[in-house]
């Protein structure tokens, strides 16, 4: 049976399709608040009974410690590359619930869009690649490739349990590549390839400059104020540009390479555009385009910060006690904890002496990734998109991270090709997130001649291929 008749099928059955994602996205899958726990069990027997119907076998919840992993598998393509088929089903927290048109866990169609929680990041996406899957096993009986599922339920909290999880089911992840559905496109128009993703290090920090909060009229203007600390210690880690101002942490960064920066300035961006179209104003590390800056460049930023009275109304108190969160995102070249290690001595160093400071660091950073370009998986991509295009698709790297990339190279060996068909401007993370009905057709054309054209190797001719790319990359 030749693909089109496989993607035909799948392009005839979007009610069908539309309404399993729409139940899916139901299910309040928040991987960071313990009140949703009863959405991750749901969305865990939820997946589990869907890659049993598909007919994958093996299927099961892979236990790090933290929110299991769903796994299943088919092995009927002996000779054949086997390639891990990676997404996420957790999501973000809804908040603030009240920002939303309809409710986040109620899907809805408007204007060719999908609006929920998780529509974008990236249930729509995961249904794309588990979509295929099932077709092709079901009107074809094998897929062109040996395929090992992995939904992880921990991405949206910094994948915390994947480490514990690769460790103790090694053995079961062992493949030749892997496929994410995770890992946007980079625009609309433009076929893209993601080559690369910054890495991340973020931790919370607290001060304390008394025993309990002050009455201001007794205290005020007499003693520290935790809330005009934290302020000072946040004002430091930027100049006015914008650029990051920790000596020890630029001292470290390896410079722009003349070609990273050529292969950025090849993808159209139009920076005006960028800015206006959130309301925002350009703000930045002179030197670099807003590209560069995006995506080759560290950025420093705080995720969040409160401390002292902050209900309705007013309470004159001097607050003893001040917090903030950090995330530090970090280019190739950079080592996570090093990084980390340059952010806290200059925390420290510009925290006054009689301040209390405390870090708390999760311990959870990730290295910046890299897809060498001549990895079979591109040249399979880059087939695909041009024929389905007629343009030659451009490569990019992301700003976001994606620690599985990173984990899963260190230990599996691994090198992930990022194909999901998320849009950058889906609001994902934020309220009134959507998923592009059209993108939903564009991935099911896609993902099946993408799994064909990869069937198109043999195992050791992929492997083979492989290692002459990670070799001429290093």
Known sequence: MHVDTIVQNLLSRQSEIVDRLCAFLRLPSVSTDPAFIGGMLDAQAFLVSWLERMGLSDVQLLDGGGHPAVYGAWNGAPGKPTLLIYGHYDVQPPDPAEAWVTPPFEPTIRDGRLYARGASDVKGSTAIALETIAAFLKLRGACPVNVKVFLEGEEETNSPSLRPIVQRYGDLLQADGMISADGARAHPKIPTINVGSRGIVEFEISIRTADKDLHSGRYGGAVRNAAHEMAKIIASLHDEDGAIAIPGLLAALPSVSVNARADTARFPFDEAAFVEN???????????????????????????????????????????????????????????????????????????????????????????????????????????LSEATGQEPALVRLGASIPITVIFQELLGLQTLMFGFALPDEDIHAPNEFFRLASLMEGLSAWPRLLEQLGEYSADEFRSMAAEAESAAV
């Open 278 to 384: 959130i309301g925002a104003r350009a703000h930045g590390e002179h030197g670099f385009s807003i590209r560069e800056q995006l995506t080759l460049r560290p950025a420093l930023d705080v995720n969040g910060m409160w401390g002292g009275y902050t209900g309705f109304g007013s309470k004159t108190v001097i607050p003893s006690t001040a917090h903030a969160k950090l995330s530090l995102r970090i280019v190739p070249g950079q080592d996570p904890d090093e990084a980390s290690d340059a952010l806290k001595a200059h925390l420290c160093t510009v925290c006054p002496r009689d301040v209390e400071l405390s870090i708390d660091d999760p311990g959870t950073g990730s290295k910046a990734f890299n897809l060498p370009t001549e990895h079979p998986l591109v040249l399979a991509a880059k087939k695909v």
